[in-house]
């Protein structure tokens, strides 16, 4: 599996574990601030879930500049890249 989709998956899990929503209904266009279930302290469960699964850690100020769910899978996708080495 690539370490994109893994991401995607990873992250359609924890949001639909925390927040019951199910992951065929996450869409990538989705606001995040506009997710039923999510509010700010869910939000931060779910952030802290996908750390921790995905062992990256994301900087609580580009939290802020986070629009949406693609937007959030986005940056995760790239801390995972840059800590995993390019495969030869």
Aim: net charge negative; hydrophobic share 50%; glycine share 2%.
């Amino acid at each position: 599996m690539r370490n994109e989709d893994m991401v995607l998956e990873t992250i359609q899990r924890v949001v639909s574990e925390v927040a019951k929503i199910p992951a065929s209904e996450l869409r990538l266009d989705s606001p995040v601030t506009g997710l039923v279930n999510v509010d700010s302290i869910v939000l931060m469960e779910i952030v802290a879930r996908v750390e921790f699964a995905l062992d990256i850690e994301i900087d609580e100020e580009l939290l802020f500049s986070i629009d949406t769910v693609g937007d959030f899978v986005a940056e995760c996708q790239r801390l995972v890249a840059d800590r995993v080495p390019a495969e030869r």
